[in-house]
């Protein structure tokens, strides 16, 4: 809708949140699990050579899955990163 058209300003539209975005950060969150639960060193350096991306990335991914509080006995998964 245009102002001259109807009296009203259009209106904002913003494209919906790409399925396959949310994917793939799923994936990158389970890569860091798995490395996670077999002991497996988890550095930045790893993460972009494997997905690419940025340092922010990668502890926007961290952040995630220490937010999920997944425990394996009682040690808290991804605080030791």
Known sequence: MT???FGAPAPIT???????VRAGAN?????LLARFVRREPV???LYILRFGGSVHAYRRDLAALRA???????????SDA
């Open 43 to 45: 550095r930045a350096e």
């Open 68 to 78: 999920a509080r997944i425990y394996r006995g009682d040690e808290l998964l991804g």
């Open 14 to 20: 913003r494209p919906p949140f790409s399925a396959k």
């Open 27 to 31: 994936v990158r969150i389970a890569w």
């Open 3 to 5: 102002f001259g058209q």
